[in-house]
């Protein structure tokens, strides 16, 4: 297991976020307040291996296949627990702090489910 956490609190756009832009927000549960509503928030761990193409994202019940990371996303996993996870399946990034998915359904989360990357 590369990186494992716990979901706390789910904020009351992510839905939305998630619908008309495929993407969803997480970051550690030390999330500013101006944010939460907008994030997914989590346990506070450590990555401990790089996550790269190929591997494997478990989220509510999914799988999902990792298939691009931005330059700056594993370092914002790392400090925050910060990411941007897009469902696109593109093998290629938007903004430097995303981490790219393919799968066959959108996550439906709830707080206390796991976000593991291995």
């Known amino acids: 297991m590369k990186y494992h956490v716990v979901?706390?609190?789910?904020?009351?756009?992510?839905?939305?976020?998630?619908?008309t832009?495929?993407?969803?927000?997480?970051?550690?549960?030390?999330?500013?307040y101006p944010y939460q509503e907008m994030v997914v928030a989590h346990t506070v761990s450590e990555l401990k291996e790089d996550i790269v193409p190929g591997d494997t994202l478990?989220?509510?019940?999914?799988?999902?296949?990792?298939t691009a990371i931005g330059d700056t996303a594993l370092e914002d996993l790392r400090k925050n627990g910060h990411v941007t996870i897009v469902?696109?399946?593109?093998?290629?990034?938007?903004?430097?702090?995303?981490?790219?998915v393919k799968g066959k359904y959108m996550p439906r989360l709830m707080v206390g489910d796991e976000i593991i990357f291995e």
């Open 21 to 32: 832009q495929d993407r969803l927000i997480i970051f550690n549960k030390t999330v500013p």
């Open 87 to 100: 469902f696109s399946g593109k093998d290629s990034v938007e903004q430097p702090g995303q981490i790219m």
């Open 58 to 66: 478990l989220m509510g019940g999914y799988e999902y296949s990792v």
């Open 7 to 19: 979901v706390t609190r789910i904020g009351n756009f992510v839905l939305q976020l998630l619908q």
